[in-house]
């Protein structure tokens, strides 16, 4: 009687006479090279000799054997060196490279090649401002930002970013990148960069670039877009609210409404001043830049379709003729400002009684404003949504998130979204919101 190959060949381990006298073990030279398919441990069961009950379990065990490890093995230090081989497989033994601690740690994971390309792309960031801009913050600057630049390297070529200091105005912003203070500084995590100097009241659409020393005023570009490089500025004191007043098309209208109406003025300075606004004037005029014109201004207001609570208003794609893009909020600005009174009083975030009795007046403005989503009326819930982040009470940061995110991700400002949520992350008060400084 012809026997049944034995699925392992000539490697087969098998030592019962039993299994020998049933299957048929072919030489390493007649075996078959296709390897065999695998089988169902019931089939290997079925297949097994039964007077031999433990050569099922002793088969099982034997194939699952895991491979001698060398490193382990102090009998076998030098195939330890060189690897080991099982089976045909060989299992290299590596060493970890030496690597100095101060090349940095990411979070739980010591990566030191990812830090290491981490810094030459900051390195490679800094020496391109442009770039860095961009990348850090996530827009671009008009043409008026370089102007000024250009215009504070003459006055000062060591420390043009000083230009303005004695007399109370400071360059912050995306002027440090010009000013190379992010070179030598360490690296932040991304959403720390959107945070620099960016006042409690400021929302994603507004880009602080000019500070008065020791106040809450501070002054910034304005786009209703993040590709927007119209170089229209906006005003606001953090200390007096949310308001933002548009007051001109340039960086220079910014500098000069400062010199006419924020400056402290002195018997010591005020020459300094006239001297200052007329170098202003004089290089502007030099350079095609108009000062203190309106029309950007005019041109922007036709397109708000709603003022907001910052009175900047929002600006979004709308037919008047099919009334798309923009609907009103279910209640009026005052009503609504009654309601989110109440929020007010809510001193603890945790207090979910009086939060929820809050909510039960807020929660159909909300729907409402999802639903006008819903019908492509994405403005109505960008309106909601900025005006929740101008009353400015912590506890609505969870229901004004998901309207922004909704808002800009329908209205394609993805920049945005990344802006107001490392905002809401760590929104803070006061006036110093310097990254540099942490």
């Keep these: 009687m012809d026997k049944q190959d034995c699925k392992y060949g000539a490697s087969c381990y098998q ?118 801009i961009r990348h850090k913050f996530l827009v671009a600057m008009p043409a008026c930002f370089n102007s000024l630049w250009e215009f504070c390297t003459g006055k000062s070529q060591d ?104 400056v402290a003025t002195t018997p010591f300075n005020k020459a300094q001043i006239a001297t200052t606004k007329k170098s202003l004037e004089e290089f502007a005029k030099q350079h095609d830049i108009p000062l203190k014109s309106n029309e950007k201004i005019k041109a922007r207001g036709k397109n708000v379709v709603c003022k907001t609570f910052h009175k900047a208003g929002i600006v979004v794609p709308f037919d008047r003729k099919q009334e798309l893009g923009y609907r009103e909020l279910l209640e009026s600005d005052a009503s609504l400002k009654k309601i989110l009174a109440r929020f007010d009083k809510i001193d603890n975030a945790a207090d979910k009684i009086e939060f929820t009795a809050a909510m039960t007046e807020l929660q159909p403005i909300v729907t409402g404003a999802f639903i006008a989503v819903d019908e492509c009326d994405f403005g109505t819930a960008l309106e909601l949504a900025t005006d929740l982040f101008c009353h400015g009470t912590a506890n609505l940061h969870d229901v004004m998130k998901p309207l922004f995110i909704t808002a800009y991700s329908q209205l394609k400002r993805p920049q945005f979204i990344a802006i107001i949520k490392s905002h809401l992350e760590d929104r803070r008060k006061g006036i110093d919101l310097d990254l540099l400084t942490k």
């Design 15 to 132: 030592k019962n006479p039993a299994h020998k006298e049933k299957y048929r073990h072919p030489t390493k030279e007649t075996s078959p090279t296709k390897e065999p398919e695998p089988e169902t441990s019931s089939k290997r069961r079925s297949d097994s000799p039964v007077d031999d009950p433990t050569a099922d379990i002793l088969e099982d065990i034997k194939r699952c054997k895991r491979p001698a490890t060398p490193e382990k093995d102090d009998g076998n230090r030098e195939e330890a060196e060189q690897g080991s081989e099982y089976y045909g497989i060989t299992r290299q033994r590596y060493t970890l490279p030496e690597v100095p601690m101060d090349v940095g740690m990411m979070s739980d994971i010591y990566d030191p090649q990812i830090e290491f390309s981490k810094k030459e792309e900051y390195k490679e960031l800094c020496a391109d401002p442009v770039e860095f």
């Design 159 to 262: 420390k043009p970013g000083e230009v303005f200091e004695k007399l109370g105005l400071r360059l912050v912003g995306p002027f440090d990148v010009l000013a190379k203070k992010f070179t030598d500084a360490k690296m932040h995590e991304p959403g720390d960069y959107l945070r620099h100097w960016r006042f409690y009241y400021d929302p994603p659409e507004f880009q602080t670039v000019l500070v008065k020393k020791g106040s809450g005023v501070h002054y910034g570009y304005w786009r209703d877009q993040p590709e927007d490089a119209s170089g229209l500025v906006a005003l606001n004191d953090v200390n007096k609210g949310c308001e933002i007043k548009m007051i001109g098309e340039n960086i220079f209208d910014a500098v000069i409404h400062f010199l006419e109406h924020e």
